[in-house]
């Protein structure tokens, strides 16, 4: 059985005073759970904070994004050795708000993800298509086109390093979920899409998160999906109470 993830990505959010506040509460409530993982991921000034109040605990520490070379003269860039130095685990590449606002293509987060797992880091590579894109009835070849330009040159020794996200871009920040049996049907393609590219076992042992306007009142509908394997929530995660609900409501539903 796949252990569940939930993620808490904070975005542009709680920098300072805020990111010790929010994740000392996170921590007191949750530091003892191991039935599930969790991850949190502040943005790059708060990464230092938060891993100084939950390094003693099975809570996980991760980052938002990262270059793709390990050094070098890139000015403004984050190297994965420096996520690594200051305690991360996890990146989270690929995510929609990157692919839409920045123009980060699929073969530019594939070479992130190589650099990261040369690097040492396991990922969150996400995926997802544009409401047009899903009306259209483009969105199973929006996924795999992600999917194919983000694996094409990736290393075979890697794939156990790496969680997938779909994140269907429309339900993202919107209020709007992806009904759970139109979310399971993506999660099954892409596990659909790993069977045939790497066979039965990377595709059995693949975690694959969903991401779009999660709540505590969403998650157990999600999560009992055969393929869904947890959440990589935005909003919801700002907020101690609600993360901490999800995360409840999570092993509640899975046990």
Same mark, same amino acid.
């Given at each position: 059985?796949?252990?569940? /993830?939930?993620a808490?990505?904070?975005k542009?959010?709680?920098?300072?005073s $805020?990111?010790?506040?929010?994740?000392?509460?996170?921590?007191?409530? #949750?530091?003892?759970?191991?039935?599930?993982?969790? /991850?949190l991921?502040?943005?790059?000034?708060?990464?230092?904070h938060?891993?100084?109040?939950?390094?003693n605990t099975?809570?996980?520490?991760?980052a938002q994004?990262?270059?793709?070379?390990?050094?070098?003269?890139?000015?403004g +860039?984050i190297s994965?050795?420096f996520?690594l130095?200051i305690?991360?685990?996890?990146?989270?590449l690929?995510?929609? +708000?990157?692919?839409?606002?920045?123009?980060?293509?699929?073969?530019l987060?594939g070479?992130k993800?190589?650099c990261? #797992?040369?690097?040492?880091?396991?990922?969150?590579?996400?995926v997802?298509e544009k409401?047009?894109?899903? +009306?259209?009835?483009?969105a199973?070849?929006? &996924?795999?086109?992600q999917?194919?330009?983000?694996?094409?040159?990736?290393? +075979?020794?890697? #794939?156990?390093k790496?969680?997938?996200?779909?994140?269907? &871009?429309?339900?993202?920040g919107?209020?709007?979920?992806?009904?759970?049996?139109?979310?399971e049907?993506?999660h099954?393609?892409i596990?659909?899409?790993?069977k &045939?590219?790497?066979? $039965?076992i990377?595709?059995n042992? /693949?975690?694959? @998160?969903?991401?779009g306007?999660?709540k505590?009142?969403?998650i157990s509908? @999600?999560?009992?999906?055969?393929?869904?394997?947890g959440?990589?929530?935005?909003g919801?995660?700002l907020?101690?109470?609600s993360f901490?609900q999800i995360?409840?409501n999570?092993?509640?539903?899975v046990?």
């Amino acid at each position: 059985m796949r252990k569940p /993830l939930i993620a808490g990505n904070w975005k542009m959010n709680m920098g300072g005073s $805020d990111s010790k506040e929010l994740s000392r509460s996170i921590r007191n409530a #949750l530091d003892d759970y191991t039935d599930i993982d969790i /991850l949190l991921c502040p943005p790059y000034t708060a990464i230092t904070h938060v891993y100084e109040i939950i390094k003693n605990t099975s809570i996980i520490l991760g980052a938002q994004n990262c270059f793709y070379e390990s050094k070098g003269a890139f000015t403004g +860039e984050i190297s994965p050795l420096f996520l690594l130095d200051i305690g991360c685990k996890y990146v989270i590449l690929g995510h929609s +708000e990157r692919r839409y606002y920045f123009g980060e293509t699929a073969d530019l987060i594939g070479k992130k993800m190589i650099c990261s #797992l040369d690097s040492g880091l396991n990922i969150i590579l996400c995926v997802g298509e544009k409401l047009e894109e899903r +009306e259209n009835g483009e969105a199973f070849e929006i &996924v795999k086109s992600q999917l194919e330009g983000s694996f094409r040159n990736l290393p +075979e020794d890697y #794939l156990k390093k790496i969680t997938v996200a779909y994140e269907p &871009v429309w339900a993202i920040g919107t209020g709007k979920t992806c009904e759970p049996n139109m979310a399971e049907e993506m999660h099954h393609f892409i596990r659909s899409w790993f069977k &045939v590219k790497f066979g $039965d076992i990377i595709s059995n042992n /693949l975690r694959i @998160l969903y991401g779009g306007s999660i709540k505590p009142e969403n998650i157990s509908s @999600l999560i009992v999906k055969e393929d869904i394997d947890g959440g990589l929530i935005g909003g919801a995660s700002l907020n101690v109470d609600s993360f901490i609900q999800i995360i409840k409501n999570t092993i509640k539903a899975v046990h």
